[in-house]
């Protein structure tokens, strides 16, 4: 079965070599206090600037899951309050998750199809940071780096905080754009749930410092002090932190990982708008996500394709939340094949209810 669920999502195919390495290398057992341990960790993240274009101020630190991201950037590097631009799902339940730690924590939700309106945006003092959800999961939107850039000059004073966790590792990130990025890697870095990535620029650091929240088990200041000797402040997911070494590895440039993926979600979209019974849910291809892909139709019609393609061996993700029954979701995520998902693409250009 060949599964384009969006998250946790098919794994690599040579993720049982990199265990079998893993055993072999000693790393189960590898204390994180240890060379072994550190070298993994300065390694890992140079291969972030190598393959994903990380700029060389940015400190790559480990988490569970980028939910724990929610968590630490309210408690630990906002100051006064966060605003949150979102459209779906995920992007409100950060938006709540952060209005408990910080109750004057405000958003604005968007539709699926509605471009950030910049220009329009009025974010007085009262916020110091701004937070993105690049890309949205539940119904495949995505923001554009261009809005993201539009709101930096907007806003230079304010600090951006970008939500990429279907993302990163598949498309083209521009850093600079932002302060702070997070990610898991059960997504694009095509490995078993269980670890978060959280990327810090200098600024952000600078602020931390001058916040100086401690005291917690996930405080910002313990985790970059640990950072600096390539340490982490708790027994971390050392396996995690290895395979994804190892995918960093084998993986092409980012920019190739890119195109590769823009190809196939073209050819996707041009399955969809020929299809009689089926329509692409987010109508703008300005913000329509290059990772994930939400496909609508009637209910009886979402609940017939997801059992044929069972039967020729494909497993189509569910819709999300309130598009349960009315959309099926498409991963369209470096791990999947090119054969892989031509299959997919051919079974959905034939289905007929």
């Given at each position: 079965?060949?599964?384009?669920?969006?998250?946790?999502?098919?794994?690599?195919?040579?993720?049982?070599?990199?265990?079998?390495?893993?055993?072999?290398?000693?790393?189960?057992?590898?204390?994180?206090?240890?060379?072994?341990?550190?070298?993994?960790?300065?390694?890992?993240?140079?291969?972030?600037?190598?393959?994903?274009?990380?700029?060389?101020?940015?400190?790559?630190?480990?988490?569970?899951?980028?939910?724990?991201?929610?968590?630490?950037?309210?408690?630990?590097?906002?100051?006064?309050?966060?605003?949150?631009?979102?459209?779906?799902?995920?992007?409100?339940?950060?938006?709540?998750?952060?209005?408990?730690?910080?109750?004057?924590?405000?958003?604005?939700?968007?539709?699926?199809?509605?471009?950030?309106?910049?220009?329009?945006?009025?974010?007085?003092?009262?916020?110091?940071?701004?937070?993105?959800?690049?890309?949205?999961?539940?119904?495949?939107?995505?923001?554009?780096?261009?809005?993201?850039?539009?709101?930096?000059?907007?806003?230079?004073?304010?600090?951006?905080?970008?939500?990429?966790?279907?993302?990163?590792?598949?498309?083209?990130?521009?850093?600079?754009?932002?302060?702070?990025?997070?990610?898991?890697?059960?997504?694009?870095?095509?490995?078993?749930?269980?670890?978060g990535i959280l990327l810090l620029s200098a600024q952000a650091k600078e602020k931390v410092?001058?916040?100086?929240?401690?005291?917690?088990?996930?405080?910002?200041?313990?985790?970059?002090?640990?950072?600096?000797?390539?340490?982490?402040?708790?027994?971390?997911?050392?396996?995690?932190?290895?395979?994804?070494?190892?995918?960093?590895?084998?993986?092409?440039?980012?920019?190739?990982?890119?195109?590769?993926?823009?190809?196939?979600?073209?050819?996707?979209?041009?399955?969809i708008e020929s299809s009689p019974v089926f329509e692409l849910l987010v109508e703008n291809?300005?913000?329509?996500?290059?990772?994930?892909?939400?496909?609508?139709?009637?209910?009886?019609?979402?609940?017939?394709?997801?059992?044929?393609?069972?039967?020729?061996?494909?497993?189509?993700?569910?819709?999300?939340?309130?598009?349960?029954?009315?959309?099926?979701?498409?991963?369209?995520?470096?791990?999947?094949?090119?054969?892989?998902?031509?299959?997919?693409?051919?079974?959905?250009?034939?289905?007929?209810?």
């Amino acid at each position: 079965m060949i599964t384009f669920a969006p998250g946790p999502s098919k794994v690599y195919d040579a993720l049982p070599s990199y265990l079998q390495d893993a055993y072999t290398q000693g790393i189960l057992s590898a204390n994180h206090r240890s060379a072994v341990f550190m070298d993994l960790y300065r390694d890992t993240e140079s291969l972030f600037r190598e393959k994903l274009q990380m700029p060389a101020d940015f400190t790559l630190l480990f988490t569970s899951s980028a939910t724990e991201s929610w968590e630490i950037i309210s408690q630990s590097l906002v100051e006064k309050a966060s605003y949150h631009l979102y459209s779906g799902s995920f992007g409100k339940k950060w938006l709540e998750y952060a209005q408990y730690i910080l109750p004057a924590t405000r958003g604005l939700q968007l539709p699926a199809h509605q471009v950030i309106p910049v220009d329009q945006l009025h974010l007085g003092p009262e916020f110091d940071l701004i937070a993105v959800t690049q890309n949205e999961t539940s119904n495949a939107s995505q923001v554009p780096m261009d809005v993201l850039k539009a709101l930096g000059e907007r806003y230079p004073e304010k600090m951006i905080s970008v939500d990429t966790t279907s993302s990163m590792g598949g498309i083209v990130l521009d850093f600079t754009l932002a302060d702070v990025w997070y990610a898991s890697v059960q997504k694009c870095f095509g490995l078993p749930a269980g670890l978060g990535i959280l990327l810090l620029s200098a600024q952000a650091k600078e602020k931390v410092a001058r916040k100086g929240e401690r005291g917690r088990y996930n405080s910002l200041s313990f985790m970059l002090e640990n950072a600096e000797s390539y340490q982490t402040h708790y027994t971390p997911n050392v396996l995690g932190i290895y395979l994804l070494h190892r995918v960093l590895q084998d993986m092409d440039p980012i920019g190739q990982v890119d195109a590769r993926l823009r190809g196939r979600m073209a050819r996707l979209e041009e399955v969809i708008e020929s299809s009689p019974v089926f329509e692409l849910l987010v109508e703008n291809p300005a913000t329509r996500s290059t990772t994930v892909a939400a496909i609508a139709a009637e209910e009886q019609v979402i609940s017939a394709v997801k059992k044929a393609a069972e039967r020729e061996g494909i497993s189509l993700g569910g819709g999300y939340g309130p598009l349960k029954s009315s959309s099926f979701r498409v991963a369209n995520f470096p791990a999947i094949t090119d054969t892989e998902f031509g299959k997919m693409l051919d079974f959905l250009a034939s289905y007929r209810p």
